[in-house]
């Protein structure tokens, strides 16, 4: 970060200047909002109406918050106020200005939101796991002994609420926008300003989010199940509800922002069939995320209104039903598992590619998995509710949609392990996480069939085994492979080199842990605990407590991660621009990217897995064009 | 992954003169830990399932059982070639040169279909055959009661015997009787269920919805927990269910105001 070219900086002759526009105006004017729009709606409610008080207080929050931070400097001063400005003051206006600033303004820069999004996504896992070990530590010992029932569900709901949104955000948000349009030849996204927009509109959420803490939590867990959500007293859960509306609203934002990028940037000869994997996978994420995530925001606008206006989408007494939100749940709730799953697959894929030194197993047979998991996954969400009572005779084609998505899933890890097979195998830090992603999610989607099954479901449902099953796809695998690209894209994202041996040792304390914790959880589950155990029964006790014990070693890895990052940031040695024998594009750029990627936009001549071939992946635009070296290959 | 590796052999690098046949190698771990481990869950899944008191409760155990044993090859398929991969290709520095491509031949990927499409056809079809075993028995004798949740408590009554328990901490089963449990709620979700009977479902407001009929076989204590979060107590919304003969359950449903 240090390195950052300061060319294009504007001079700034005072501190004002400097900090306005940029976060700390945003957040000084957000909170003016958020006090003017409470104070106004609470004298209009004469107090009666504290929902609507708190609603309010949040969205002048948000409003105020991007008029602050200058998120319509750019608009207004081409719009309507264009004067004399210099190239660099041009450049400020379109959020391109350089400087460590940067990081803290509306910056549209797709490299500094790509960062913003990794600062943003290393952070909510690091408060997350605090929750996790909390939760942890209340769950060692039978009885509720350290938290408060009332505290401890609010600590299972932030601690799912953070980890969700990180791991849905922890490879689209980071490598999709920093890599993934130098990946594809592009200067920047198709729309720059949406993409400052997506980021900052998530980091609006975060203090909104935090403010449950002081309006008395929440009691649902992270699926903020009505009518409980709606019956909750506390404004702590309006915290929750728009939350979620903003972050679904961003999410949804980033994604259409992604695909465009993909379907009208690419460079010339980046055909689809050239495209990386980890573009495939991101793309088709986002994709679904398209379809989940609106709902997810509708849900909670219902439970607002309900809330804020005594509307009755979900009070059985007045005609509404809980129905309705499970399945507006979890028409986002199962497709979005698979958000985060596919870009994580993708990186494993391109990781182990790179670190075998050979071209990608049946790449073409990769491809169709993770399209026919994208479709598959659209219409399995039913099978969350197969205890709910509510469709049975939609059970069977839950059950067949889900279990084919292991047909797709199996090609997944056939594609994989075909390219480990008599490559070069080097054991990197990448490579070591996407091994232990490899083998946590092999648990974690045979656990799945036990829960797709209705015999089997009929004795797990909303107990342990369902925490485990979720902890071993989302962390053990999904995380796994977010930490398998972080390792591998950092030298190329903040130009210096993480310390092996200390990754190494993250690495197994991770796994160790995590497994430790999570297969003493499955016993807990198959002996019947049931989840959100604020106090754990006597009978479930010893395997809650070795869960506890192995949480340590996760908790110890959290650390050594950190100090890991710090130090290397401090004192690291410098990557080298191709730091590990890469072939796609980010790695033919030089570090610390310059502003625009590419002196040339490259011509792609071929796949970039062609290992084993003598051809380069790709020219500059003036270097001589060479024919495709490689054939469609005679597959499936 | 037979064929592909054949093929591969064949390319530009040739392989050291007494390379030995790594494939054969992996085969045979997987085939030996396959077994090994097939016999272990068969062995130890009777010390790790839960006890059960219902005909429900074994064929879900068993389902358990079955599903480990058919996960264990596949899983062992994972795990052992990607750790032969990683300990015998293994290069210690960064790697200078390229390994040799591999390409599937294309019967594989219909080869790989064909096996995993098989397996998952037996889950749906054995799973979709055993839930209907599980919900279409039928008696003439069924024993009805109605569960009441509320937070955080279970009220149960039994509209034939004319009594109710709410409150109650301990609620009686007669053994060897056909029972069906009708679940409602009166304010929020909540989830019903008895691990040792195998009856799991959801407690919604507004509606009753009912479990199959299960019959308790062996006499016993076991518990009623939620399942499903319901705020502040749902942790402590526990009650126990005690299977008795029939003369015990007929004296207890006396004893709660109603008649056997």
């Keep these: 970060m240090s390195q950052v070219s300061i060319t294009a900086e504007v001079k700034r002759p005072n501190l004002t200047r400097r900090l306005f526009p940029s976060v700390v105006s945003g957040i000084v004017l957000g909170i003016i909002g958020a006090v003017v729009f409470g104070v106004i709606v609470n004298a209009i409610t004469q107090g009666n109406n504290q929902d609507a008080t708190v609603v309010s207080v949040y969205i002048g929050w948000v409003l105020l918050f991007f008029v602050g931070i200058g998120a319509f400097n750019g608009v207004w001063r081409w719009g309507f106020a264009r004067g004399e400005a210099t190239p660099a003051e041009e450049l400020e206006l379109a959020g391109k200005d350089q400087g460590l600033w940067r990081y803290f303004r509306y910056t549209t820069d797709h490299k500094v939101v790509g960062m913003q999004y990794l600062a943003t996504t290393l952070i909510f896992f690091f408060l997350g796991s605090m929750g996790a070990f909390m939760i942890r530590l209340e769950q060692s010992r039978p009885g509720a002994i350290f938290f408060t029932p009332s505290t401890y569900n609010t600590i299972v709901g932030m601690h799912g609420i953070l980890m969700i949104v ?69 404004p702590g859960m309006d915290a929750y509800c728009v939350t979620i509306i903003i972050f679904a609203a961003s999410t949804t934002l980033a994604a259409l922002n992604i695909v465009t990028t993909v379907m009208v940037l690419r460079t010339r000869g980046m055909t689809w069939g050239r495209l990386p994997i980890f573009v495939w996978g991101v793309v088709l994420s986002v994709l679904l995320g398209l379809s989940a995530f609106p709902t997810f925001l509708i849900s909670q606008v219902m439970v607002l209104m309900d809330r804020v206006f005594q509307t009755s989408f979900f009070i059985a007494a007045y005609g509404g039903n809980n129905w309705l939100y499970e399945h507006l749940f979890w028409f986002m709730g199962h497709p979005e598992v698979y958000v985060i799953a596919l870009p994580s697959m993708a990186v494993a894929a391109e990781v182990t590619a790179v670190f075998s030194r050979k071209t990608v197993f049946g790449r073409r047979m990769l491809i169709g998995s993770l399209v026919t998991i994208t479709i598959l996954s659209a219409l399995v969400w039913g099978h969350h509710l197969y205890t709910s009572g509510s469709a049975t005779a939609l059970d069977a084609p839950y059950m067949l949609d889900t279990e084919l998505i292991s047909i797709p899933t199996g090609f997944f890890f056939l594609a994989l392990i075909g390219t480990f097979w008599r490559g070069k195998v080097w054991v990197t830090v990448p490579l070591l996480f996407v091994g232990g992603m490899l083998v946590n999610f092999v648990i974690g989607g045979i656990t799945g069939i036990y829960l797709a099954d209705l015999p089997t479901d009929e004795i797990l449902h909303g107990g342990m085994f369902v925490t485990a099953h979720f902890h071993f796809t989302l962390v053990g695998s999904m995380v796994f492979g977010f930490f398998a690209g972080f390792y591998y ?60 014990l192995f949480a340590i070693l996760i908790a110890a890895s959290v650390f050594v991660t950190v100090y890991n990052v710090v130090i290397t940031l401090k004192s690291g040695e410098l990557a080298e621009a191709n730091e590990w024998g890469g072939k796609t594009l980010e790695w033919t750029v030089p570090t610390p990217v310059p502003l625009e990627n590419f002196e040339h936009l490259p011509v792609v001549t071929s796949t970039p897995y062609d290992y084993g071939t003598p051809e380069p992946l790709a020219e500059d635009a003036e270097g001589a064009l060479k024919p495709a070296p490689l054939l469609p290959q005679p597959e499936s | 992954m037979s064929e592909a590796n054949n093929e591969g052999n064949t390319g530009s690098v040739a392989p050291a003169r007494e390379e030995p046949n790594h494939l054969r190698r992996a085969i045979i771990i997987w085939v030996v830990l396959s077994v090994i481990g097939i016999a272990l869950v068969i062995v130890l899944a009777q010390f790790i399932l839960p006890p059960t008191a219902s005909e429900l409760g074994n064929t879900d155990n068993f389902t358990l059982t079955l599903l480990t044993a058919l996960a264990v090859p596949v899983a062992l398929f994972v795990f052992v070639f990607l750790a032969y991969s990683m300990l015998v290709f293994r290069v210690k520095e960064k790697p200078t040169q390229d390994a040799v491509p591999l390409k599937p031949r294309p019967s594989l990927p219909i080869v790989w279909m064909g096996i995993t499409g098989a397996l998952c056809l037996f889950l749906v079809i054995y799973g979709l055959f055993a839930f209907y075993q599980e919900t279409s028995a039928s008696s003439t004798n069924t024993l009805v009661v109605k569960v009441t949740a509320q937070q955080w408590q279970w009220s149960f009554d039994y509209p034939q015997n004319g009594a109710s328990s709410a409150g109650a901490q301990l609620i009686e089963l007669p053994v060897n009787r056909p029972v069906q449990f009708n679940v409602t709620s009166d304010d929020v979700l909540h989830g019903f269920a008895i691990l040792a009977l195998g009856v799991r479902v959801d407690a919604n407001p507004g509606e009753v919805t009912t479990t199959a009929i299960v019959t308790p076989t062996v006499i016993g204590s076991y518990t009623v927990v939620c399942v499903e979060l319901c705020g502040l107590f749902h942790s402590y919304m526990w009650e126990q269910v005690k299977v008795v003969s029939v003369a015990d359950f007929n004296s207890w449903i006396t004893s709660q105001g109603g008649h056997p």
């Design chain 1, 489 to 548: 894209w950092f030298p190329k994202m903040l130009g210096k080199r993480l310390n092996p041996r200390l990754g190494a040792l993250h690495f197994w304390l991770f796994m160790i842990g995590f497994n430790g914790t999570f297969l003493s959880l499955f016993y807990a589950g198959l002996i019947g605990e049931p989840r959100w155990s604020a106090n754990v029964a006597p009978p479930f006790a010893t395997a809650n407590l070795i869960a506890s």
């Design chain 1, 166 to 234: 990180a791991s849905i955000i922890m490879v689209s948000g980071p490598f999709g926008n920093f890599v993934l349009p130098i990946m594809i030849g592009a200067r920047d996204m198709a729309f720059p300003r949406l993409n400052a927009l997506s980021y900052w509109l998530l980091f609006s959420a975060v203090p909104i989010f935090f403010s449950t803490l002081f309006f008395g939590g929440f009691p649902t867990g992270w699926t903020g199940y009505a009518p409980l959500s709606v019956q909750e007293l506390t």
